[in-house]
């Protein structure tokens, strides 16, 4: 007797699926729970850790503010190869407003992601009406050769990079700030994905041509996306900038394009949620790999490799299904 | 027929693509509100010439006229924009959205706003709307189902929705016809002639010839990226020129 | 001095095309993504070494060694990797990354790292061209563009299996039904990219040492190369090496070394400004894909 397995939605979930008025507070917290718990446990888990894992818990949120600034790329067909170029502007900005000019970072950090936003959008645009290998090939060549550029000009302080810059005004200031500005992004993003602005960039990333016969200005939705995720990279950047009190060379390291690829390829691509899951495994993983030196970016490397080929649709997707969903063994007939 | 009333005016219209000419020199004036039917043999550069004029392709030399001004070398969107929307011959809706999710993006085009005075209006219900008048039967909900899951029939008449939901002037429906049974299409050329009955104009590219010759004004024949014939359906099928394009040169 | 740039720059315009090649011919031409490029580079310099100096086999044995092991390495890649990606491209681009990621940290990690690792020179001695010394091995840098180049375009227009290179990058479907395997066509493309790779390693690297960050270099190079001369042209990567070549090298006469490498951003600025699918590039923009 053969057997396949059946996987069915679960009552619940079929049944808040188009809600227009939920009849229980069961069902309520069905929905609300996933979206609810990890909110309430950062936000009451952060003043009550210690420093290093405060340190940890910032590192992970600007590495998940790069990684949803990759999905949002990738939602249009856009594959960044290169999130260190969006860090390392965003980063160069904010410490070149905050030295030169003396502008806090309530000043700065805005200026730093649209400014840097526009540098980047700008610098891309060309790119953008060619095939998608293309934007792949020139974000990752971008910070490689602004890391060039810097040490050849030597400006922004060339190698030493820019130091003694402003930090935050207290330590839970920044955590809440972070902590904010992620949750924003987060669920922002999923809200706009979700609508039919959403629909239509996803279009574009399935089939640009049947979009474009639909009247749509393709281009001018790929620039707004692309500035979108510019954003977010760059707002990581300025943020980073302030939290290091430095802005340098390694703002444009290998490290910050990587890193939010293997973090939204394990969490899970399009989900926004999945690249916040997969920043908050890897990050605090790879802190305990530190010792490992060298071994740690061969580990990153393995670890991309494994799950694009192995588990492409990431961890988010697969835990949502469980919830979901529940499976039992049928026989087939 | 001059072609100061012609809502689409073509002259000389060339294009090579490396060493092979896939339109010639190509001239075409489709009056208001008529039907005009575009035939020829596979590869005689029916749906290059859709291309060209909807703007998915740039011409080598030609003009295209819309409405009088000149769209040469226009990129699809600002075509559309003007009152133009055109259907593809390998149908490929988004598969899986559900079928009327998939008038969603038609219906975000900013001609839709400019039509209905500043809003886009209720797109869902519209595009349920749109999918009944094409024949999803309401009451099957078959306007739910994802796309990828509905059969040949239902997806060119999906593709026929995408177009009408952008309220065009002039229609272009690249093998409606192709891969549907008789009943499918004898169902369908209703919702066609209830287009024109509104006043729009259409071109259709067809190889179902029977089908087309019923409901079409005049026919014009493309060989080898020319036109070799054009008029009345009974005209062009006794004109010598097309006979042997189709049957080639050892007919009569 | 204005003779020594003219040769020099010619001979960095060779190292570059040479660099180029390999790259250009799985990626540009059969459209198989191999970001393992650089890795794979090192790979070979290692090998080799390792061959020469651990193991002491004659050094025309160990080039051998280095280049099929080279070539071997790049289709397991595609075996084991690129294979079970297929058609998502970028999955590609990020699977082959990050195995070649993988593949140099290594070697730094096994503390492949110093002066001590380089490569014999094929042949010694220089020679005087008017009162400018170039060594031999620098010519054969040169030779060895020539000939590689020359070799690949008789391959990729009259050999089959290059013709089918071709192919398998224009339309898959069309070529499999052509009678063309595909997944071998691909396999050997990375085969001989990765060959290809080895080939340049032998010549260029013992004009200085064997270092992970080379790999990255190279990787930088190939992509500048590519986008400028255009992904898929052979011509274009020539006319890019001589432009990119000699920018780079009369930057570094008249100006200073580390300015080399703004060079090549300047030229996919002005690429990308300009024409963007590079100089001979024929990428069809969006409009014309139907």
């Known amino acids: 007797m053969k057997k396949r397995k059946e996987r069915i939605d679960r009552g619940i979930k079929v049944r808040s699926e188009d809600v227009f008025a939920l009849t229980s507070y069961r069902e309520m917290l069905y929905l609300l729970a996933p979206r609810a718990l990890p909110v309430a446990g950062l936000l009451l888990f952060l003043p009550l850790s210690s420093p290093y894992w405060r340190e940890i818990f910032i590192s992970t949120a600007i590495y998940a ?21 969006f860090y390392g502007v965003g980063s160069y900005v904010a410490g070149a407003l905050n030295h030169y000019w003396g502008l806090p970072p309530v000043l700065t950090l805005p200026i730093a992601t649209i400014g840097g936003a526009a540098i980047c959008t700008v610098a891309l645009l060309p790119v953008l009406r060619l095939r998608g290998i293309y934007f792949s090939m020139v974000t990752l060549v971008l910070p490689l050769m602004m890391l060039r550029l810097v040490e050849a000009t030597r400006i922004f302080g060339g190698t030493e990079g820019l130091t003694g810059l402003s930090p935050f005004p207290g330590q ?22 979700d609508s039919d602005y959403g629909l239509i960039v996803r279009g574009i990333s399935d089939n640009d041509r049947a979009v474009m016969n639909a009247g749509l200005n393709i281009h001018w939705y790929k620039t707004q996306i692309l500035f979108l995720g510019a954003a977010v990279g760059c707002f990581a950047g300025a943020f980073g900038t302030h939290h290091d009190m430095f802005a340098g060379m390694p703002g444009f390291a290998l490290d910050y394009s990587i890193m939010p690829i293997a973090a939204a390829i394990v969490g899970g691509t399009g989900t926004f949620a999945g690249s916040v899951l997969g920043a908050f495994i890897l990050v605090p993983l790879s802190e305990i790999l530190r010792a490992l030196g060298a071994l740690r970016i061969v580990f990153y490397g393995l670890f991309l490799v494994i799950f694009v080929v192995g588990i492409p649709e990431g961890l988010f997707h697969y835990i949502r299904r469980k919830y979901h969903q529940f499976e039992r063994w049928v026989e087939v007939e | 027929m001059s072609s100061a009333e012609a809502i689409l005016s073509v002259s000389g219209l060339l294009k090579t693509f490396g060493g092979v000419t896939a339109v010639s020199s190509v001239d075409l004036q489709v009056q208001h509100g008529e039907l005009l039917g575009i035939i020829g043999p596979n590869g005689s550069g029916k749906t290059t010439l859709v291309n060209l004029i909807s703007g998915f392709v740039k011409p080598n030399a030609g003009e295209v006229l819309f409405k009088g001004r000149k769209i040469t070398g226009f990129p699809p969107y600002r075509i559309v924009g003007m009152g133009m929307a055109r259907t593809f011959q390998m149908v490929k809706p988004f598969y899986q959205l559900p079928a009327f999710k998939n008038l969603i993006v038609p219906l975000c085009s900013p001609r839709i706003k400019a039509i209905l005075g500043g809003r886009y209006g209720d797109r869902d219900a519209i595009a349920l709307d749109l999918l009944e008048e094409v024949g999803f039967e309401r009451d099957a909900n078959v306007a739910y189902k994802p796309a990828g899951s509905l059969p040949q029939g239902y997806l060119k008449r999906l593709e026929l929705a995408k177009a009408m939901a952008l309220r065009p002037d002039l229609l272009i429906l690249d093998e409606l016809f192709s891969g549907l049974s008789l009943a499918e299409v004898a169902s369908i050329v209703p919702i066609i002639e209830k287009l024109r009955f509104q006043g729009k104009t259409i071109i259709m590219i067809e190889h179902r010839l029977k089908e087309l010759f019923r409901i079409a004004d005049r026919i014009a024949v493309l060989n080898f990226g020319m036109k070799i014939a054009e008029g009345k359906s009974e005209e062009v099928m006794a004109s010598e020129a097309v006979k042997k394009a189709y049957l080639g040169s050892e007919s009569g | 001095m204005l003779l020594g740039t003219l040769i020099y720059g010619f001979v960095n315009s060779c190292l570059l095309a040479l660099l180029a090649m390999g790259f250009n011919l799985t990626f540009g031409i059969s459209g198989v993504a191999n970001f393992a490029y650089g890795a794979i580079y090192i790979f ?231 024409k963007p699918s590079g100089i001979f590039g024929h990428q069809k923009e969006l409009e014309e894909r139907i």
């Not at chain 3, 060895?144 to 227009?157: D, K, N, R």
């Not at chain 3, 990375?190 to 960050?213: N, Q, Y």
């Open chain 1, 172 to 193: 839970l200031t920044e955590m809440y700030l972070a902590n904010a500005c992620l949750l924003i992004a987060l669920f922002g993003f999923r809200r706009l994905m």
């Open chain 1, 65 to 85: 503010l790069l990684a949803i600034s990759w999905d949002v790329l990738v939602s249009v067909g856009l594959i960044s190869l290169g999130q260190s170029l």
């Open chain 3, 44 to 274: 070979s310099g290692f090998t080799a070494w390792i061959f020469l100096n651990s193991i002491g086999l004659p050094y025309a044995l160990c080039v051998i060694s280095a280049i099929s092991l080279s070539a071997g390495l790049g289709v397991l890649i595609y075996h084991v990797v690129i294979k079970r990606v297929k058609g998502l491209a970028l999955s590609e681009v990020m699977a082959t990354f990050g195995l070649g990621l993988a593949i140099m940290e290594l070697f730094r990690y096994f503390d492949f790292v110093g002066f001590k690792y380089t490569l014999p020179n094929l042949i010694e001695g220089s020679v005087a061209i008017g009162d400018v010394y170039i060594d031999y091995q620098r010519i054969t840098v040169i030779l060895a563009a020539i000939a590689l180049t020359g070799f690949i375009y008789v391959f990729t227009h009259h050999t089959r299996t290059g013709l089918a290179f071709r192919a398998i990058a224009q339309d898959e479907r069309t070529a499999l039904t052509f009678g063309i395997d595909s997944d071998r066509t691909a396999a050997l493309s990375m085969g001989f990219g990765s060959a290809l790779a080895a080939v340049a390693a032998v010549v260029v690297l013992p004009l200085g040492t064997i270092a992970v960050e080379g790999g990255y270099d190279v990787l930088l190079n190939a992509l500048a190369v590519c986008i400028v001369g255009g992904l898929g042209s052979t011509v274009g990567i020539l006319v890019a090496s001589v432009l990119i070549g000699y920018a780079q090298t009369l930057t570094a006469n008249y100006l200073e070394p580390h300015w080399m490498m703004l060079v090549s951003l300047i030229a996919i600025a002005i690429v990308l400004c300009i």
